[in-house]
């Protein structure tokens, strides 16, 4: 315990040039950077972003208007050498004088001032396999943990085994580095060869500088050294409220509503029925009490009339002689919507090209087995079939199209969107991310918001699905689309064989996680304030919530105040669950009269 305030929780994240978006808004997937946004986001820490290409460290980095810290924890990841006219005199200021934390990751430490608060001295940045191995392992940074720290014990490789289809990018490198350092002043709490990997120095009480070293490239592709950073950051800070995602799994389904089933030759099958939909999906779910993400396109390409129709108003006889009646279709969809087992997503507006008319076009006017069985004229936000993006006026209307469209058809607007053919556009103006976040969507394979586009796209779930660290989103089987449905519905419930022990929770819970505002005010008494906004955090105007409150050495049980009511909340090894009751807008978590850790 320590007679002394507690810091704000907000997260100053420093990089050097990571970040190729000059505008600060989309976050590109492929680097350390991406992956650090990607976990603050999921873990609901809140962070600013400074970057020293285009940034210079001063006073008012670290400080308000009041003259007080504006963060609890640096979370440093810019190579110094590479901007050397920066002043890292800011930073030491920040540690030392204005009692802010500090973690520093891999070979980004070379400069005295940092290796001063580290309390390490760097030599130089290695070729080495050897593992990385706990030496205090009962320190709060590492209690619990592997050994080794890099091990490639993964929950979804038994998913995997099982025939999830977890989407996931593996991507281990095993020609590993190793930054070598010399202690001086810090405490060693893991090491890779007999060389210091992970230390922490205590500043003064309570104040922490802690180095994660390893190859700052694939450290984070293990989970116990994203763990390591967890509580590195809690720690930094003094406590953390965090959200935690294991064995949590979202469903998602493509394609009702889609016109390319009744039109291309490869994906042709008869739209579901409301017997198939009950009998198939409702069934199922409600029995196994899951919910499944349905990505729905409202608009139907109609041949005849050469335009964009309400899918769920159409029943005819396609030209392969099968009946298709989406009306029946979207009755069971609202059944499912009544009885709580679907959620309704944009899986854009039709899932087809906008230029249908354009060589070598038209498509209106093509048999069946020419140009209407190219699978490029199905592909919405990027012109596969012309091998050019789709300009971003058009990606927009489209999604505006389609989220009003999916208002009108079942009063629900959705909140995520997922890309017909996972096909986008991506190149700055013509972004498919950046245009769904401007548009208000909040996830497509990754965070989006008003504040960044993190991409992830077109892989669903992003690096860390299926992890402690993010939910897994995984498409349904037979197919992941209403396509295996129709032909082998049987197919289906094997997803509940595969998830046993997992949690089923909607896209708009996961969604509602990652926009919660939360605010930790400084003072001489822990005081959080969360806030669901009526958009992003819809779900939980009439859902609890439940997070991770982290005080590092804490144990036992404590009187935490929610929204001014009494819970007892046991912690263990340093982590307690609170609940917060349904309700938009600001809620309280605090522990009167509490030191601070």
Same mark, same amino acid.
């Given at each position: 315990m320590l007679a002394a305030d507690f810091r704000p929780n907000r997260i100053l994240l420093v990089i050097g040039d990571q970040w190729d978006d000059p505008a600060g808004f989309l976050v590109r997937e492929g680097s350390e950077f991406h992956e650090l946004v990607s976990l603050l986001k999921n873990w609901g820490v809140p962070f600013d972003i400074v970057r020293l290409d285009q940034q210079r460290l001063d006073r008012n980095t670290f400080l308000g208007i009041d003259g007080r810290p504006l963060y609890g924890a640096v979370l440093w990841d810019a190579d110094p050498t590479e901007f050397p006219d920066q002043n890292l005199k800011w930073l030491a200021d920040a540690v030392e004088k204005w009692n802010i934390g500090l973690v520093a990751l891999s070979n980004r430490i070379h400069h005295p001032i940092l290796e001063s608060l580290l309390g390490v001295r760097y030599r130089g940045y290695y070729r080495l396999s050897a593992a990385i191995v706990p030496k205090l392992p009962e320190d709060y940074l590492l209690h619990g943990l592997p050994d080794p720290l890099d091990t490639n014990d993964d929950p979804r490789t038994d998913l995997t085994a099982k025939g999830v289809d977890t989407k996931i990018p593996w991507r281990f490198d095993f020609s590993k580095k190793r930054v070598l350092v010399d202690e001086v002043s810090a405490k060693v709490l893991a090491t890779q060869g007999g060389v210091p990997q992970i230390t922490d120095r205590e500043v003064r009480p309570g104040v922490h500088a802690l180095w994660i070293g390893s190859e700052y490239s694939a450290f984070l592709h293990y989970q116990a050294l994203r763990t390591v950073l967890r509580r590195a950051l809690a720690l930094a800070v003094g406590y953390q409220l965090h959200r935690e995602w294991s064995r949590?799994?979202?469903?998602?389904?493509?394609?009702?509503?889609?016109?390319?089933?009744?039109?291309?030759?490869?994906?042709?099958?008869?739209?579901?029925?409301?017997?198939?939909?009950?009998?198939?999906?409702?069934?199922?779910?409600?029995?196994?009490?899951?919910?499944?993400?349905?990505?729905? /396109?409202? &608009?139907?390409?109609?041949?005849?009339?050469?335009?964009?129709?309400?899918? @769920?108003?159409? %029943?005819?006889?396609?030209? @392969?002689?099968?009946?298709?009646?989406? %009306?029946?279709?979207?009755?069971?969809?609202?059944?499912?919507?009544?009885?709580?087992?679907?959620?309704?997503? *944009?899986?854009?507006?039709?899932?087809?090209?906008?230029?249908? $008319? !354009?060589?070598?076009?038209?498509?209106? $006017?093509?048999?069946?087995?020419?140009?209407?069985?190219?699978?490029?004229?199905?592909?919405?936000?990027? $012109?596969?079939?012309?091998? #050019?993006?789709?300009?971003?006026?058009?990606?927009?209307?489209?999604?505006?199209?389609?989220?009003?469209? +999916?208002?009108?058809? @079942?009063?629900?607007?959705?909140?995520?969107?997922?890309?017909?053919?996972?096909?986008?556009?991506? *190149?700055?103006?013509?972004?498919?991310?950046?245009?769904?976040?401007?548009?208000?969507?909040?996830?497509?394979?990754?965070?989006?918001?008003?504040?960044?586009? %993190?991409?992830? +796209?077109?892989?669903?779930?992003?690096?860390?699905? &299926? =992890?402690? $660290?993010?939910?897994?989103?995984?498409?349904?089987?037979?197919?992941?689309?209403?396509?295996?449905?129709?032909?082998?519905?049987?197919?289906?419930?094997?997803?509940?064989?595969?998830?046993?022990?997992?949690?089923?929770?909607?896209?708009?819970?996961?969604?509602?996680?990652?926009?919660? &505002?939360? +605010?930790?005010?400084?003072?001489?008494?822990?005081?959080?304030?969360?806030?669901?906004?009526?958009?992003? /955090?819809?779900? @939980?105007?009439?859902?609890?919530?439940?997070?991770?409150?982290?005080?590092?050495? =804490?144990?036992?049980?404590?009187?935490?105040?929610?929204?001014? #009511?009494?819970?007892?909340?046991?912690?263990?090894? &340093?982590?307690?669950?609170?609940?917060?009751?349904?309700?938009?807008?600001?809620?309280?978590? !605090?522990?009167?009269?509490?030191?601070?850790?």
């Open positions: 949590q799994a979202v469903l998602v389904m493509d394609d009702p509503g889609s016109a390319a089933n009744a039109w291309l030759e490869s994906w042709h099958y008869a739209a579901l029925t409301q017997e198939q939909i009950e009998k198939y999906l409702i069934a199922p779910l409600e029995k196994n009490h899951a919910v499944l993400s349905l990505n729905i /396109c409202p &608009g139907f390409v109609d041949q005849k009339l050469r335009t964009i129709v309400p899918s @769920f108003q159409q %029943v005819f006889t396609d030209e @392969f002689g099968t009946r298709q009646d989406y %009306v029946s279709t979207r009755r069971g969809i609202e059944e499912g919507l009544k009885r709580g087992v679907f959620e309704i997503e *944009s899986h854009g507006w039709t899932h087809m090209q906008p230029d249908l $008319d !354009s060589p070598p076009g038209p498509w209106y $006017d093509s048999p069946l087995y020419e140009e209407k069985a190219e699978i490029g004229w199905y592909r919405e936000f990027a $012109d596969t079939r012309r091998e #050019k993006e789709i300009p971003a006026a058009v990606q927009r209307l489209h999604l505006e199209r389609s989220r009003e469209w +999916l208002i009108h058809e @079942f009063g629900v607007e959705p909140l995520s969107f997922a890309p017909g053919g996972s096909a986008v556009s991506k *190149s700055g103006p013509n972004n498919t991310t950046v245009i769904a976040a401007r548009v208000g969507f909040g996830w497509s394979g990754d965070y989006l918001g008003p504040d960044l586009a %993190v991409e992830a +796209l077109p892989v669903y779930g992003g690096e860390f699905g &299926g =992890t402690s $660290d993010a939910p897994l989103v995984v498409w349904v089987p037979p197919d992941g689309h209403d396509r295996g449905i129709s032909q082998h519905p049987e197919g289906f419930p094997i997803i509940f064989e595969q998830l046993q022990g997992w949690r089923s929770m909607g896209m708009n819970e996961y969604i509602a996680y990652l926009h919660a &505002g939360v +605010l930790g005010t400084p003072g001489p008494a822990l005081a959080i304030t969360l806030t669901y906004d009526a958009h992003y /955090c819809r779900f @939980f105007g009439d859902h609890p919530s439940q997070w991770e409150l982290e005080l590092p050495g =804490t144990s036992g049980t404590e009187r935490v105040e929610v929204d001014g #009511k009494a819970q007892r909340v046991t912690f263990q090894k &340093g982590v307690g669950i609170v609940t917060v009751p349904p309700g938009l807008g600001p809620h309280s978590i !605090s522990i009167p009269g509490a030191d601070a850790h």
